[in-house]
């Protein structure tokens, strides 16, 4: 069982995900998509994973979104774009689980995945 987080320290759902698995005792890896980030084919996967449009990963209220894209215009390819530029864009945490994933939101979300 292979458990992978993508994270983003300074969200408090993203912390609150890490809290969760520790206080279970699960092991998982980190991986810090800002310090680390995705690359287009990373990024592709993932929503593969997640079984969602590439609108549906990202944080639509962060400045860089509403500056940049217009929500009735945006094409698969320029919303992945969008995240591959601006990477806190992407929606978190992202728990990945044997070829599952979630957007932990809520963060009891990840009892899907066992």
């Known amino acids: ?25 699960i092991d998982f890896t980190v991986v810090e998509y800002i310090k680390e980030p995705l690359t287009k084919d990373g990024l592709e996967a993932l929503l593969r994973l997640l079984n969602i449009l590439p609108i549906a990963l ?8 509403k500056e940049h894209n217009s929500l009735s215009q945006i094409s698969d390819e320029q919303a992945i774009e969008a995240m591959l530029r601006f990477p806190k864009l992407i929606e978190r945490p992202i728990v990945v689980k ?14 899907e995945l066992f």
Request: hydrophobic share 30%; net charge positive.
């Open 1 to 25: 069982m292979s458990i992978t987080v993508y994270h983003n320290p300074r969200c408090s759902k993203s912390r609150c995900a890490l809290d969760y698995l520790n206080e279970r005792k």
């Open 58 to 65: 990202i944080r639509k209220n962060e400045p860089e979104f």
């Open 98 to 111: 044997d070829g599952k994933a979630i957007v932990a939101r809520p963060t009891e979300r990840i009892e």
